[in-house]
């Protein structure tokens, strides 16, 4: 048997029989199974995804090769390879079956761009070399404050290869309140962000030393992450590794993730996010939230993390909303998760007292604190553990009364509503 149709027959199993934290009836079990198809939907597209691709040097009779120093790119570090780079990519996005490739052993000096789609068909970005942001905050451009690499507008686009997108962050940490508290808050920029896409995937690529995030997916669908690289110093401000926003149908497999902040971060509008072995520190752990700030809405529903690894974060798993009523989150799975954390709160579920979490469902769970025992908070959070869970959750409570799911198409529906009221807005982080 599956081993994802086992989770959910002896999860099922254990509910009826023993029972979890609080009273579980049998909206408990239909969530149960509604969540598990989630997962085994993730399976599916897993086994699927992690298949090796054949490299587009196999069959370059078909492809269209766009090589950015055929366009005048340097690539010594030093030169500025920026307009290379937008006339390269202005061939590749407008030829059917381009490879828009950034060739190995070199690295190009980059400032912020936006790579306008939608593109033609079969568009594959190699990134195999470096690419290297401007390292000075004040030879910044001041038309982009707050993306470096932006992809707009892509469909059915693949980013793959073994090369770096390095921001040169080092300056821009020095200059944050978080590091002086005589410094002014302000936005930095994100190293990789892909707005507004679908059925994009990325895979293999090494996000390094963001000004600020490292990799924002927002307003977009059908995303697969796999194999991702994201690194910074554990003492980074506002570093998160990937930051999704106003997104459905995310899948991130088998990234390794250590920043100065939350590995993974989920705010408003987004649904269907699938998260599956992910190594998570140094880090704030995996985060959903923050949500609600100045009674903004903020929806996040369908998120399944399952099989992760957390070193020495500064926090475990966390959902994070502000006390307001514009806030819904619901049917949430952590399974399958152990490690370390700094924080004796290694769960935190702090939500609005006004409007509940819903269905948060914890399985196999062992998170601890070298140095002393660890608990769980919960405010406002309902929802249930079974298996082991360490530490207990018993501050999860149940509801005895019907609820009644939310279908994808609503979720959809509500996702496009909530990314509409926030399409002229920048992506910014929520605690600066």
Same mark, same amino acid.
């Given at each position: 048997?599956?081993?994802?149709?086992?989770?959910?027959?002896?999860?099922?199993?254990?509910?009826?029989?023993?029972?979890?934290?609080?009273?579980?009836?049998?909206?408990?079990?239909?969530?149960?199974?509604?969540?598990?198809?989630?997962?085994?939907?993730?399976?599916?597209?897993?086994?699927?995804? !992690?298949? *090796?691709? $054949?490299?587009?040097?196999?069959?370059? /009779?078909?492809?269209? @090769? %766009? &090589?950015?120093?055929? +366009?005048?790119?340097?690539?010594?570090?030093?030169?500025?390879?920026?307009?290379?780079?937008?006339?390269?990519?202005?061939?590749?996005? !407008?030829? *059917?079956? $381009?490879?828009?490739?950034?060739?190995? /052993?070199?690295?190009? @000096? %980059? &400032?912020?761009?936006? +790579?306008?789609?939608?593109?033609?068909?079969?568009?594959?970005?190699?990134?195999?070399?470096?690419?290297?942001?401007?390292?000075?905050?004040?030879?910044?451009?001041?038309?982009?404050?707050?993306?470096?690499?932006?992809?707009?507008?892509? &469909?059915?686009?693949? +980013?793959?290869?073994?090369?770096?997108?390095?921001?040169?962050?080092?300056?821009?940490?020095?200059?944050?309140?978080?590091?002086?508290?005589?410094?002014?808050?302000?936005?930095?920029?994100?190293?990789?962000?892909?707005?507004?896409?679908?059925?994009?995937?990325?895979?293999?690529?090494?996000?390094?030393?963001?000004?600020?995030?490292?990799?924002?997916?927002?307003?977009?669908?059908?995303?697969?992450?796999?194999?991702?690289?994201?690194?910074?110093?554990?003492?980074?401000?506002?570093?998160?590794?990937?930051?999704?926003?106003?997104?459905?149908?995310?899948?991130?497999?088998?990234?390794?993730?250590?920043?100065?902040?939350?590995?993974?971060?989920?705010?408003?509008?987004?649904?269907?996010?699938?998260?599956?072995?992910?190594?998570?520190?140094?880090?704030?752990?995996?985060?959903?939230?923050?949500?609600?700030?100045?009674?903004?809405?903020?929806?996040?529903?369908?998120?399944?993390?399952?099989?992760?690894?957390?070193?020495?974060?500064?926090?475990?798993?966390?959902?994070?909303?502000?006390?307001?009523?514009?806030?819904?989150?619901?049917?949430?799975?952590?399974?399958?998760?152990?490690?370390?954390?700094?924080?004796?709160?290694?769960?935190?579920?702090?939500?609005?007292?006004?409007?509940?979490?819903?269905?948060?469902?914890?399985?196999?769970?062992?998170?601890?604190?070298?140095?002393?025992?660890?608990?769980?908070?919960?405010?406002?959070?309902?929802?249930?553990?079974?298996?082991?869970?360490?530490?207990?959750?018993?501050?999860?409570?149940?509801?005895?009364?019907?609820?009644?799911?939310?279908?994808?198409?609503?979720?959809?529906?509500?996702?496009?509503?909530?990314?509409?009221?926030?399409?002229?807005?920048?992506?910014?982080?929520?605690?600066?």
């Amino acid at each position: 048997m599956d081993k994802f149709l086992l989770f959910s027959f002896l999860g099922m199993l254990i509910v009826v029989h023993h029972g979890v934290a609080g009273n579980v009836g049998i909206d408990d079990i239909g969530m149960l199974e509604e969540l598990d198809q989630i997962c085994w939907e993730m399976e599916e597209e897993n086994e699927m995804e !992690s298949s *090796p691709i $054949s490299s587009w040097t196999s069959d370059r /009779g078909s492809k269209v @090769l %766009v &090589n950015v120093d055929s +366009f005048g790119a340097v690539g010594d570090g030093v030169s500025d390879d920026t307009q290379a780079f937008q006339k390269a990519w202005d061939i590749a996005c !407008s030829t *059917p079956g $381009s490879v828009f490739l950034v060739p190995q /052993g070199r690295t190009y @000096l %980059v &400032n912020a761009t936006r +790579f306008q789609g939608p593109c033609s068909d079969r568009l594959v970005i190699q990134i195999d070399g470096t690419i290297r942001a401007p390292a000075e905050p004040k030879d910044w451009d001041p038309k982009f404050p707050r993306t470096w690499l932006e992809f707009y507008q892509l &469909n059915g686009v693949l +980013f793959q290869g073994g090369g770096v997108i390095d921001g040169s962050g080092s300056k821009w940490w020095a200059s944050s309140c978080k590091k002086n508290k005589s410094n002014p808050c302000r936005g930095a920029p994100t190293a990789l962000t892909i707005d507004s896409s679908s059925a994009v995937q990325i895979k293999g690529l090494t996000i390094q030393n963001s000004q600020q995030m490292h990799f924002v997916i927002s307003r977009s669908d059908s995303i697969r992450v796999l194999g991702v690289l994201i690194s910074a110093p554990g003492d980074s401000p506002n570093t998160d590794g990937i930051h999704i926003s106003a997104s459905t149908d995310v899948s991130l497999q088998d990234c390794k993730i250590g920043t100065g902040d939350d590995c993974i971060s989920i705010v408003n509008a987004s649904t269907g996010i699938k998260m599956k072995r992910i190594y998570c520190g140094p880090g704030h752990g995996i985060s959903i939230g923050s949500l609600g700030k100045d009674n903004s809405t903020g929806i996040v529903s369908k998120v399944v993390v399952d099989t992760a690894f957390l070193q020495e974060t500064t926090n475990g798993l966390r959902i994070k909303t502000w006390q307001t009523s514009a806030v819904n989150i619901s049917q949430i799975v952590y399974r399958n998760i152990r490690g370390t954390t700094k924080s004796a709160k290694a769960m935190k579920f702090a939500c609005s007292d006004t409007v509940p979490c819903r269905n948060i469902v914890l399985s196999n769970i062992n998170l601890e604190k070298k140095d002393g025992t660890v608990e769980t908070y919960c405010n406002s959070a309902e929802g249930f553990g079974y298996g082991v869970v360490q530490p207990s959750a018993d501050c999860l409570s149940s509801r005895d009364k019907e609820y009644v799911f939310i279908n994808q198409q609503e979720d959809v529906q509500v996702a496009e509503t909530s990314r509409s009221s926030s399409e002229d807005h920048d992506i910014v982080h929520t605690e600066l």
